[in-house]
């Protein structure tokens, strides 16, 4: 027959498992997430009419706001006009077919 465990033993075996039990949904909740985002990435439409002119506009309306912002930022609410009346434009015109 075993031996009957002391207190200390006793708490220092619940532990151990406890804490196997704790970094093993640790881990698992990780890897979850992880795959989740990765997932969401590889599936993201990439290749949707109109997303090059998008990203485009984008991109020259960031740079315009930080220098804008470095510079004078009293042109920061024309350029969001302009940005905004930009975004309606390419969204209301039919999208080419790719």
Do not use: H, W
């Not at 949904?25 to 009419?49: H, K, N």
């Not at 309306?61 to 309606?88: M, R, T």
């Amino acid at each position: 027959m075993g031996r009957l465990l002391n207190s200390d033993e006793f708490i220092t075996q619940v532990m151990k498992s406890l804490y196997t039990s704790v970094l093993a949904i640790l881990v698992t909740v990780t890897i979850v997430g992880m795959l989740t985002i990765s997932s969401q990435q590889v599936f993201a439409p990439r290749d949707c009419a109109g997303c090059a002119e998008f990203q485009k506009l984008n991109d020259e309306f960031e740079k315009k706001v930080l220098n804008a912002a470095l510079g004078s930022p009293e042109e920061i609410p024309a350029l969001v006009d302009e940005y905004s009346s930009n975004v309606k434009a390419l969204f209301a015109s039919p999208s080419p077919s790719p």
